[in-house]
């Protein structure tokens, strides 16, 4: 079983940063393991933000691109997403996932004035 903890959601400002930690414990080779970040606004499906491979290669929302950065730290099987530039079009709750195994809690971000 995964256990995946999201952590530094809140409330900013547009063009505003914040940076999301994701930990990951349980039974899972996290160095192996791609780990992505999804986001649900209200009365909107689920979409895919960012992901990230074992080799640390990324793919990210045409609407983010350039302004987040998925990354990792294998060592302290976390995964991190920051968020710059950020608009009141990314408020919405913030998931982890490891594709096939599981989320996380979420955590909500809100881009308001």
């Known amino acids: 079983q995964v256990q995946l903890v999201e952590s530094g959601g809140g409330l900013v400002q547009p063009g505003g940063s914040l940076r999301l930690s994701c930990a990951a414990s349980?039974?899972?080779?996290?160095?192996?393991?791609?780990m992505a970040w999804f986001r649900q606004a209200p009365g909107k499906e689920r979409e895919l933000v960012a992901r990230?491979?074992?080799?640390?290669?990324?793919y990210y929302l045409r609407s983010v691109m350039g302004r987040f950065t998925i990354s990792r730290d294998n060592a302290k099987k976390t995964v991190y997403l920051q968020m710059d530039s950020l608009t009141p079009e990314d408020t919405a709750v913030y998931y982890c996932?490891?594709?096939?195994?599981?989320w996380g809690q979420g955590t909500q971000v809100t881009v308001s004035s």
């Open positions: 996932n490891v594709p096939g195994v599981g």
């Open positions: 990230i491979t074992s080799g640390a290669s990324t």
């Open positions: 349980g039974s899972i080779i996290f160095s192996s393991t791609i």
